[in-house]
């Protein structure tokens, strides 16, 4: 059974940091992962989605990593903004299925 | 991209009674998808609804207690029947659009006293 997990759960930094959210997950036989944003009332917003067959996939200040070999994501914000404020969710859609898998997230308060 | 519709955004029902819950797609989409993020946890897949069939319920979840329908390729609803406390949940519904992403609507925040 698929098993996603995100460190840390909680995270808080200065505006102007660069920092990372790290996503682990139990079977690498993955068709793609997906980052999305969550923020209170407004659902979740899809920032990346990376292919099994990539590596990195980049969206203005967010860079996200595939390695799949080793069942690890990491979401790179540069920059950041206290508007990146929310919760971070990573998800991993199971080869030959539609669904997603879910890890907890990392909500990140981002201070001015 | 798909743009999702869900209503109501939030409810607060008494125990025992049912809460149906509403997801509109702005587009035609084979499959609709409906989770549950409980307090602190993450989202966990509820059912897959297609139109024209039943839905597919994953483990845990029974159609009894959350009946789905999905009557044409741009509506489905979740009922929530003879909620309990342990009900209490964000209930949101997705569809994928282009590119394999997955697009989800703003949720339905549900307390159950």
């Known amino acids: 059974k698929q098993e996603v997990t995100q460190i840390p759960a909680a995270l808080s930094v200065p505006e102007g940091e660069n920092l990372v959210l790290n996503c682990s997950f139990t079977?690498?036989?993955?068709?793609?992962l997906q980052w999305f944003r969550q923020d209170p009332g407004k659902g979740l917003t899809s920032l990346l989605l990376?292919?099994?067959?990539?590596r990195e996939q980049t969206s203005g200040r967010l860079n996200a990593s595939l390695d799949k070999s080793s069942g690890r994501s990491t979401l790179y914000i540069a920059a950041s903004q206290p508007g990146d404020s929310a919760t971070y969710l990573c998800?991993?859609?199971?080869?030959?299925?539609?669904?997603?898998?879910f890890g907890k997230g990392t909500k990140l308060t981002v201070n001015p | 991209s798909a743009v999702i519709s869900q209503k109501p955004s939030r409810d607060i029902c008494q125990r025992g009674t049912s809460l149906t819950i509403q997801c509109q797609v702005d587009?035609?989409?084979?499959?609709m998808f409906w989770y549950r993020q409980q307090p602190g946890q993450s989202l966990t897949l509820i059912a897959t609804?297609?139109?024209?069939?039943?839905?597919?319920?994953e483990s845990g979840f029974v159609i009894d207690k959350f009946p789905i329908s999905r009557p044409n390729l741009t509506f489905s609803t979740l009922t929530v029947s003879n909620m309990s406390p342990e009900d209490s949940s964000i209930y949101l519904c997705?569809?994928?659009?282009?590119?394999?992403?997955?697009?989800f609507g703003a949720g339905t925040r549900l307390s159950v006293l």
């Open positions: 998800a991993v859609n199971q080869g030959g299925s539609e669904k997603l898998v």
């Open positions: 079977d690498s036989a993955i068709y793609n």
């Open positions: 587009s035609q989409v084979t499959m």
């Open positions: 609804a297609n139109q024209g069939s039943e839905a597919t319920y």
């Open positions: 990376i292919q099994s067959s990539q």
């Open positions: 997705s569809a994928y659009g282009q590119g394999n992403i997955q697009y």
